[in-house]
């Protein structure tokens, strides 16, 4: 249902994406890790059209789209957990989480574009509860009052709550677990499986690599900008995995275990690795 | 379990965060403890100034100012600036006083004047977004060039003889000037508009962080455009308001207008950085600034002395704002690293 064909970025002389391809259905969770500027939240950004790309095709369910902006990707069934999270920092914690989908008051008052602001106070509070076991005093609070870690749980539960409106969607989650605690890191985890078992498809990035392998059904490396390679959670380890991030181990020495996949997502993969010698 | 122990670690945070707390309670009510200190010193020092008469008086001439600031405030609330709504006004006030007197019935000059207000509005945020020019640059020009075309079509001369706005700028109902009324209402409806509203609930967001709202699905240059449009609408009102007031249209307005209106905006601590305003506190910032002129003249101080005044007010307004903001952030960023101790 999301596709990606020879994506590519540049910024100046860095090219942030090198000719990315893969494919991902529903119900699935996939991660995208790499080291620190490989890429990974370049991509993301280019999937919820936060910003555009330079070639390449993208396709959600078939068809081709060309996001010019957020909203565009929103309409499609996009939603984003950005990096540095993205709130507003002097609106309120119910504010954030209804920003750009306002809750509007009941009959004619509603219509006319007045907003319910305790009832986006009591279902964001309601939500940070459910999704994240994450208990706020007062969703008065402006964003920038919170913690990094209540900062973190307010953006998840904006993009969690969008989501689950629909019957199917796509949720990117760019590191969304920095700067949770333990019992919260749970709690996403949880989270991002129920997602999936729903249907939409859940992206990942992360540099938590076992929390990774306890997600994820498919972990793609990135390195400078490429995806260099695919690999299935089930049949591979961890030390395989840091070897492939770090360039310790390159793809080409385990090509056996890429070859047993899906054929037309692992032949791109391989043709633009092969590309780089 | 692990739901018991989030609620512990939050409510703690609630509890040490209360030197914020008192801070915030500073910064939001300030002005309020301002204003009523100085209607508490100026009637102290002199016998009328808590009369009747004398208290409309101060509430007429901020009618006008007041709504200058209101306009500013809704650029300034986006991030931006205008510098420009003084010579909206004058544009407005002479194209509707020209209207006027080749006959055209009063509404539809009026509605003439508020369209050229929204041009006006509709221009400088044109050259901002696709010129890519700072808000402060682009009014500038649209400031100098207005001030020259309203030379131009008058020739540098008042326009006499507009009574047909009289009752707007001179009557009163039930015993209140209609400016005040103007006033009143305006503040009102872009009051709910800010805080009830869809509107200025996003207009808020993207003067606050524009990505972050861009981001979260709100098209952001519908509210670049916006807050420029309602402040070329306003400022246009307040031309009119003065038109009738007057009884004749002025090519050039005082260029305290402008202080003025951004020294009452900086009062009601809507950010310079944009994000955050109260409608209600900028209301509050014209009144203090007509009532400082109003007492300074009760007081038989040289009007020069105003300009100090409002210029020094401006001054202290920004960096208490500015210093309240930092010692909040310094405070909350404290609690965490105790927090963070605490942890370890
Ligand atoms: N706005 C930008 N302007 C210029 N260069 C950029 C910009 N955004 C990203 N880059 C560059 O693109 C490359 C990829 O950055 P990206 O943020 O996608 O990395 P990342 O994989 O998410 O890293 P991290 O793990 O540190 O988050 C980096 O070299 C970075 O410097
Ligand atoms: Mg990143």
Known sequence: MLEARELSKSYGAVKALDTVSFRAVGGEVIAIVGDNGAGKSTLLKVLSGAITHDTGQLRVGGELVDFRSPHDAEQVGIEAVYQDLALVNTLDVGSNIFLGREIPRKGMAGRIGLIDRRAMRREGREALRDLLGVEFPTMRRTVEMLSGGQRQAVAIVRSASRLEQRGRGVILLDEPTAALGVAQRQRVGMLIKRLASKGHLVVIVSHDLPTVFELASRIFVMRLGRLVTELHANDSDLSTLVGLITGAIEPTDITKVVADDDATASSDINRSSRGTK | MATADTTKVVEADDAVSAPVRALQIGRDYGIGGFFFLLLLIFS?????????????????????VSLFALAEALVVIAGAIDLSVVPIAALVGVIVALSLNAGIPVWLAVLIGLGVGFLCGLLNASVIEFMNMSSLIATLATLTTLTGVVLLITNGKPIFGVTALAPLGQGRTLGVQNPILVMIATYALVGIVMSQTKFGNRLLAVGGNAEA????????????????VACGVISAGAGIVVLGRLGSAQPTFANSILFDAITAVALAGVLLSGGRGSILKVLLGSLIVATIANGLVLLRVSSFWTYVTTGLLLAVAVWADGAVSRAIERTSLSTEHRKEAARA
């Open chain 2, 44 to 64: 102290l020092a002199s016998p009328t100034f808590l009369s009747g008469p004398n208290l409309l008086g101060i509430l007429t001439a901020a009618s006008v």
């Open chain 2, 213 to 228: 709202a861009r981001r979260a699905g709100v098209r952001r240059r519908f509210y670049v455009f916006a807050p420029f």
